[in-house]
């Protein structure tokens, strides 16, 4: 089956002196299903990228005037394409220059005469790779939404049953007003470790975790593992999420901020809502539904006082 991601293969720019292996890899790549457009040399490179930002480039290394070793540099220097995907194709095959064009920025380096399959295989390595870091959270390292919706959407075909539990933190704006984002990226970051470690320790089959941003995080996994994941990853982070707080917060028992008037209030450790959609209690036909559900539990979890797990147990009529 083809994947959302195989049937929108993207821009690739070919940046190639020579018109003859120009057209040659952008036939192969048009055959995958690229749109590509070709580039003669360095100027005429950064022409078509302040057009339009392609997916990936695809550099000679031996050009006139501006090779493809300076091109990269300058991509890697301007912001718009700092993380623009790179590969460099070089008669050279010397270690030396596979170094210099790597240290500069590339992401792989192909020597010609290359394989066709090769290429194109090279060419999907690094896209995909590339795809896989934008998804990550840059604080936690773990998948983001685009990723999470992908899983929710592969579990649902299996056809086996499923548990979707949404983790949400209580009362972590007060460790943000009272410490700074700094501290409070301490406790999402200790969220993110209590979590996993709540997902292996329920042992196989490994559960998915899954950040979508803040003190917000998803995990799937099958009925069986709901208590032993949440259990676990409840008690491990209210233990150290302790450490966290400043001794006297810690001894007294909360954090003291103030309201929108200026008033103080006192507010409490963070603790952890949980809102569990299970597929075995309802028919769910698209994965916005299940994250729904989830997160009308994570509503009913956050009325009890302290770390709750709600399960949503209704029937499908």
């Avoid at 055959?31 to 003669?40: C, P, R, W």
Wanted: proline letters at 4%; aromatic letters at 6%.
């Amino acid at each position: 089956m083809t994947s959302p991601e195989e049937s929108n293969r993207g821009l690739v720019l070919v940046v190639d002196d020579d018109a003859d292996i120009a057209r040659f890899v952008a036939l192969n790549l048009r055959l995958e299903g690229f749109e590509v457009v070709t580039a003669g040399d360095g100027y005429q490179a950064l022409a078509h990228l302040a057009r339009r930002r392609p997916d990936m480039v695809l550099l000679d290394v031996m050009m006139p005037m501006v090779d493809g070793v300076e091109l990269t540099r300058q991509l890697r220097s301007d912001p718009m394409t700092a993380s623009l995907p790179i590969i460099l194709l070089t008669a050279k095959n010397l270690s030396a220059d596979k170094i210099v064009g790597l240290t500069t920025g590339a992401d792989d380096y192909i020597v010609k005469p290359f394989d066709t399959q090769e290429l194109v295989a090279r060419v999907h390595s690094v896209l995909r790779r590339h795809r896989e870091i934008r998804e990550l959270s840059p604080l936690t390292g773990l998948p983001g939404n685009a990723r999470i919706t992908r899983e929710v959407t592969g579990w649902m075909r299996q056809g086996n049953e499923f548990a979707l539990c949404y983790v949400d933190a209580n009362h972590f704006k007060s460790v943000n007003d009272a410490y700074g984002f700094v501290r409070g990226d301490d406790f999402i970051s200790t969220l993110a470790s209590s979590l996993h470690r709540g997902v292996v320790g329920a042992g196989p089959p490994l559960a998915f975790l899954g950040h979508v941003g803040g003190d917000d995080f998803i995990i799937l996994c099958v009925p069986e593992q709901v208590q032993a994941i949440t259990q676990r990853a409840i008690m491990d982070f209210e233990e150290r999420a302790l450490v966290l707080y400043d001794e006297r917060d810690r001894e007294r028992g909360y954090v003291e901020v103030t309201d929108r008037q200026g008033n103080p209030v006192r507010a409490g450790f963070v603790t952890l809502s949980i809102g569990v959609a299970i597929s075995s209690h309802r028919v769910f036909t698209d994965p916005r539904e299940v994250v729904e559900v989830a997160t009308e539990m994570k509503s009913v979890a956050k009325k009890h006082s302290g770390s709750f797990v709600a399960i949503d147990r209704r029937q499908t009529l």
